[in-house]
């Protein structure tokens, strides 16, 4: 009798939408299937926040970006955030929760006093954020490098003081790169924490002025993050720590596009099983990378059960217009869009299940 009175008022609940002429099983897949659509399930894993102070110390240091600045590295959404803005846009986009981190230009500046003292601040007010909305928000804590002893302390405070989600770089400081030798002991601390590292794309020192009449976000990040990744390939850290989780920005930046022409035969004791094995081991978001060129790339590289779903919040656009794009490109299947909206980020991120 329950499932008789349940198909009565499916059936009754369809027909007012115009749909009685359609079979019953087929009215009911669908109106489950809209039902499952409109739960809040996608999780952003390129989401950021911008504390004051952070704010505060970008402007002072001419990093935000205008129309008498284009080279600057910071864009004014950013400088604007709230926590309410990113609510809203998760209840507008079927979103259940956004993990949070800081854009470019980062930390450092020149200054590695003040690239601690910003980390630390930034961590806090994260941790709090998460704290008031703890099944809404994560946090990819910040780091400051190229202090390495800082870096090592700060992992440290995130892990086992805020209990962070997982820890964000960015893919070069001054004119080293995150696969730098120099970096070894952070990655030894990441790796004996099992860590999910979130890296974001900047302009490396050596060509942030370049002069192509673009400002450098339309280039040079996804170059910055394609050296980021050959270093930390390269250099062995991608074999050497394989419990490490590497989530690359923007579809991988141009990684995908060059990735057998960089090291398609390379092979060596640093990386035994090739270069191409271990970029197939990191995971890749989607943010500002939804077109057919960056993910037919992408596919050559990994399947769906690597690629996550970001939108670069606030500037790069909102979860329900992202989550339109990836439909629209009709290269996923509903299984692969379930993996790279939601499942993916669960695996890495089991706090996030809730």
Excluded at 11 to 29: C, V
Excluded at 131 to 137: D, E, I, K, L
Excluded at 149 to 168: F, K, M, P, S
Excluded at 200 to 222: D, F, K, Q
């Amino acid at each position: 009798m329950a499932e008789l009175d349940r198909r009565g008022f499916l059936s009754t609940a369809l027909a007012s939408m115009g749909l009685a002429a359609m079979p019953l099983s087929e009215r009911i897949a669908m109106f489950a299937h809209a039902r499952t659509a409109q739960s809040p399930q996608r999780i952003d894993v390129h989401h950021h926040f911008g504390p004051p102070t952070w704010v505060a110390a970008m402007r002072d240091a001419g990093q935000l970006r205008s129309a008498q600045n284009p080279m600057g590295l910071l864009s004014p959404a950013n400088t604007t955030w709230t926590v309410e803005q990113t609510l809203e846009d998760l209840d507008r986009g079927g979103g259940a929760a956004a993990i949070i981190s800081i854009t470019n230009p980062g930390l450092y500046l020149g200054d590695r006093a003040q690239a601690v003292r910003l980390a630390r601040e930034c961590n806090n007010f994260g941790a709090e954020v998460v704290r008031s909305h703890p099944t809404r928000f994560g946090l990819f804590a910040a780091m400051p490098l190229p202090d390495v002893d800082a870096t090592l302390r700060e992992i440290e405070y995130a892990y086992d003081q805020i209990h962070a989600d997982g820890v964000g770089f960015m893919t070069s400081y001054e004119d080293t790169w995150l696969g730098d030798l120099a970096y070894r002991p952070v990655m030894e601390e990441l790796d004996r924490r099992s860590a999910v590292v979130f890296v974001h794309p900047t302009a490396a020192t050596c060509c942030r002025g370049l002069n192509y009449g673009v400002g450098p976000a339309s280039i040079e990040y996804g170059t910055d993050t394609t050296r980021a990744i050959t270093g930390v390939v390269v250099n062995g850290y991608a074999h050497s720590f394989p419990n490490i989780r590497w989530i690359w920005s923007h579809g991988g930046g141009s990684m995908p596009f060059l990735a057998d022409r960089i090291g398609g035969s390379l092979q060596n004791e640093r990386m035994p099983d090739g270069f191409m094995h271990e970029l197939r081991q990191f995971y890749y978001d989607l943010a500002g990378a939804t077109n057919r060129g960056v993910v037919a790339s992408l596919l050559e590289l990994v399947q769906a059960n690597h690629i996550m779903f970001g939108t670069d919040f606030p500037p790069g656009g909102t979860m329900a217009e992202y989550a339109q794009r990836l439909r629209d490109l009709d290269m996923f299947s509903e299984a692969d869009l379930r993996l790279i909206e939601r499942e993916n980020a669960v695996r890495l991120l089991p706090r996030m299940a809730a």
